[in-house]
């Protein structure tokens, strides 16, 4: 089967940098280079006249950032996705950047493999776009699974490992009828409270333990964790 | 050279009555020597007419008896005030003078005896052998009704003149005594008015008039005078406008100030008279905001009050502004530090022809960041929070602590009982609080360990450090407003603020101590708010079970 061509244009107002990324593109087999822009002057222009698919945005340029070029109304009719490049202790646009839809966003210095692994999720993307005649849940789910950074969403994500697992779930199989507070939990398990907090939390989650309040003396309640019954 | 208003006043009190006293002695004068000519000729013309009808001297008269008309007459002149008394016959012969009495015999002087000698009495000024006299004629008629001799009672000019004279001098001397009078009473009048005013002069007066209105009118916080009645003396246009009065500021002069603003214990009249405030947070009409209350003392004397204020919502956002430039102020310094630290490894790393390592070390710059950037944005769907936990993370790394978001972090849809803006803020406190917690402890910085967690039932949010912890001392107290553990900056509001918006929605808070120091903070929110959606609690419940 024929693939079609990404058309990828760059907005990068340093020469050489910008030549980098045309390089990494060119040798691309699925993505066409069609234009460098150095300003945002430059890339109204070209986005208008090239229709690009992709657009590799640089956020300081010199007539302008490029984080204003993101909520252009010319991108949602063009139909163009942003990769968003920008420097590293410039989390707050980095926000703003996620909150208007960008595909990706890449922190300068930019490593190389993070860009190329960017390029290829995009190639799926558009690509399984491209093929799924009809959408259903399943194909509507991927889709957004490329576009979400492609997290692993298994247990290994949450932090939860088996024999740990097991560990806190053997006390409470133990006396099934205690409470345990936190504290009592890492004085028989020798966890760290945060990482007993973490399973506890699990376990209440899974159905496997079930809280409740208990309200001392003095200060605020305290939470009392039991087993549920089987 | 200018004049002052007190030097002029003075000059000119003092030249009116001048010029007043002038024309009121010019006028007297005048009125009392015509008065005193009335008065002495009707003096002469009575003592002429007495003297002409007494019996004796008709006969001797008629009989020309010189002698005998001397000695009568001689002792009636004596009696009188009259400059002088003739006598003379019917043809106008001298019978008798009292001051010259060589004159006997020889004829009037005068030339005004014609009109005498047909029976009529006469007043007239002439001037006659003393001088300019006013003299009154009467005839003498004997029994038979034939006019038989002439009397003549005159007072010289000279005379009378002395008399108005002596008068007027009297009048000017009680004058000048007024005047006298008069300039002191000025000097200490136009003196007393000058202290009443500062010492101002009216054009500055005036100008400070127009002055103090302009400044009313432009300042953009709301002024209301009032006076020791509590009514409104002046009252600006902020006020009318933060206070929503649509009168204008006449019509609302002299109303009580407890009709404008609804009472509050900002306006008793007990603690106005106390003391004066500065900044006090209170509400005007369901407004909040801040005000000042000033006394105005005129000479120790209460005249009023001068209350200033300030929408409190503005001052929020201006501070809130403030900080946002503090922030980018602190950004900017972080990047130039950061920057200098790179390029310096880097330029040394390339001296020595080290160039994998310096390809290294370029990536590892923005692996880390990559790595956090990739979390966070895969975890957490707002990206407010994401831009929160980037920005604070950012601002750690800084301060040389690490933040450690858990692997099970994961909030990727919206939290319904918790308006965002209420989760920014607990999340944003409790992270500034373990940054600074972990700063004072001592080297090395342990990380600041973070969950944020979503499911079905709750959201927990746990952050734990291995700070300086809580002292015991305050250990109970911790979500008091006003409590902190805190050397610097504002502080005392942010667990206060914590607490009172996890209780709101019916969430607790657990804080423990952490090993081996420290504290951890755990807040658990349920995802059935209670407290703010109370109507929805019974359906709810139905839905998650």
Redesign the interface.
């Given at each position: 089967m024929q693939h079609e061509l990404i058309d990828v244009l760059i907005v990068e107002d340093e020469n050489e940098l910008a030549q980098l990324h045309a390089e990494l593109i060119s040798k691309h087999p699925r993505l066409r280079l069609v234009g460098i822009a150095s300003s945002l002057a430059d890339a109204h222009i070209q986005l208008e006249s090239k229709h690009p698919q992709l657009m590799l945005l640089d956020n300081y340029l010199p007539d302008g950032k490029g984080i204003t070029l993101i909520s252009n109304p010319l991108l949602a009719r063009a139909n163009c996705s942003v990769i968003f490049i920008t420097a590293a202790s410039d989390m707050d646009t980095c926000s703003q950047a996620i909150r208007n839809g960008a595909f990706d966003y890449i922190l300068k210095p930019v490593s190389w493999k993070r860009l190329s692994q960017s390029l290829e999720r995009f190639v799926q993307f558009a690509e399984q776009q491209r093929v799924w005649k009809i959408v259903d849940q399943q194909n509507v789910d991927s889709l957004y699974q490329l576009q979400a950074k492609n997290y692993r969403l298994d247990n290994g994500s949450k932090g939860i490992e088996e024999n740990t697992l097991s560990l806190v779930q053997a006390l409470f199989n133990e006396k099934s009828a205690h409470c345990f507070s936190v504290d009592e939990v890492v004085s028989e398990t020798g966890l760290s409270k945060t990482t007993t907090r973490r399973y506890l939390e699990h376990c209440v989650e899974a159905g496997f333990l079930s809280v409740e309040m208990l309200y001392g003396k003095i200060g605020h309640p305290r939470r009392m964790y039991k087993r549920n019954a089987v | 050279m200018k004049v002052s208003f007190q030097i002029k006043l003075f000059v000119s009190l003092m030249a009116f009555f001048s010029v007043l006293f002038a024309l009121l002695g010019g006028y007297y004068y005048a009125e009392v020597g015509k008065q005193l000519y009335q008065e002495m000729s009707g003096r002469a013309k009575i003592q002429a007419e007495e003297i002409a009808i007494i019996p004796t001297l008709r006969n001797e008269v008629e009989q020309k008896d010189i002698k005998a008309i001397h000695n009568f007459m001689q002792k009636i002149a004596e009696r009188s005030d009259a400059s002088f008394i003739v006598i003379g016959d019917n043809r106008g012969q001298h019978l008798f003078h009292s001051v010259f009495s060589d004159r006997v015999g020889t004829t009037l002087v005068g030339g005004d005896n014609a009109e005498v000698l047909q029976g009529k009495s006469i007043t007239t000024i002439r001037k006659g052998g003393l001088g300019i006299s006013l003299r009154s004629k009467a005839p003498i008629i004997n029994d038979a009704g034939k006019v038989v001799g002439i009397v003549s009672v005159g007072y010289l000019t000279s005379y009378l003149d002395t008399i108005t004279v002596n008068k007027v001098v009297n009048i000017l001397i009680a004058a000048v005594l007024l005047l006298i009078a008069l300039f002191i009473f000025s000097w200490f009048f136009t003196r007393s008015i000058k202290k009443q005013i500062f010492s101002l002069e009216p054009r500055e007066i005036g100008l400070l008039v127009r002055q103090q209105k302009a400044m009313m009118e432009s300042i953009y916080e709301g002024v209301i005078a009032i006076d020791d009645n509590l009514r409104i003396e002046v009252i600006n246009q902020a006020a009318r406008k933060l206070l929503g009065l649509s009168q204008p500021a006449r019509e609302l002069r002299g109303q009580l100030i407890s009709q404008v603003i609804a009472p509050v214990p900002f306006f008793t009249l007990h603690t106005m008279l106390e003391k004066d405030t500065h900044d006090e947070i209170c509400h005007f009409n369901e407004l909040t905001v801040i005000a000042s209350r000033v006394r105005i003392m005129l000479e120790d004397s209460l005249q009023g009050w001068v209350i200033t204020f300030r929408d409190r919502n503005e001052i929020d956002s201006l501070s809130a502004q403030l900080s946002q430039v503090k922030r980018y102020v602190d950004?900017l310094r972080?990047?130039r530090h950061?920057q200098l630290n790179r390029m310096t490894t880097l330029s040394g790393l390339l001296h020595m022809g080290r160039y994998d390592e310096a390809i290294g070390y370029?990536?590892a710059?923005?692996?880390h960041?990559?790595e956090l950037?990739?979390?966070i944005?895969?975890?957490f769907s707002s990206?407010?929070l994401?831009?929160l936990l980037?920005?604070k993370?950012?601002r750690a790394r800084e301060k040389g602590v690490e933040l450690r978001f858990?692997?099970?972090c994961?909030m990727d849809k919206p939290f319904i009982p918790l308006p965002e803006a209420e989760l920014i803020s607990i999340i944003g406190n409790l992270l500034d609080n373990a940054i600074e917690a972990t700063q004072r402890a001592p080297l090395p910085h342990e990380p600041v360990?973070v969950?944020i967690?979503l499911?079905?039932?709750e959201l927990?949010i746990?952050v734990?450090d291995q700070g300086v912890g809580i002292k015991p001392e305050i250990r109970?107290r911790i979500f008091e407003r006003g409590i902190t553990t805190k050397t610097r900056g504002d502080h005392g509001i942010g667990l206060y603020l914590i607490e009172s918006y996890v209780t709101q929605t019916g969430g607790?808070?657990?804080?423990?101590d952490?090993?081996p120091r420290g504290v951890?903070f755990?807040l658990?929110i349920p995802a059935t708010g209670t407290a703010r959606h109370p109507a929805q609690e019974l359906e709810d419940t139905d839905y998650a079970t």
């Open positions: - | 950004n972080i990047m950061e370029i990536q710059q923005s692996e960041a990559q950037l990739d979390f944005s895969s975890r990206p407010t994401c831009g980037l920005g993370s950012a858990d692997p099970a994961r360990e969950l967690k499911n079905e039932l927990i746990e734990a109970e607790s808070i657990e804080v423990a952490n090993t951890i755990s658990f």
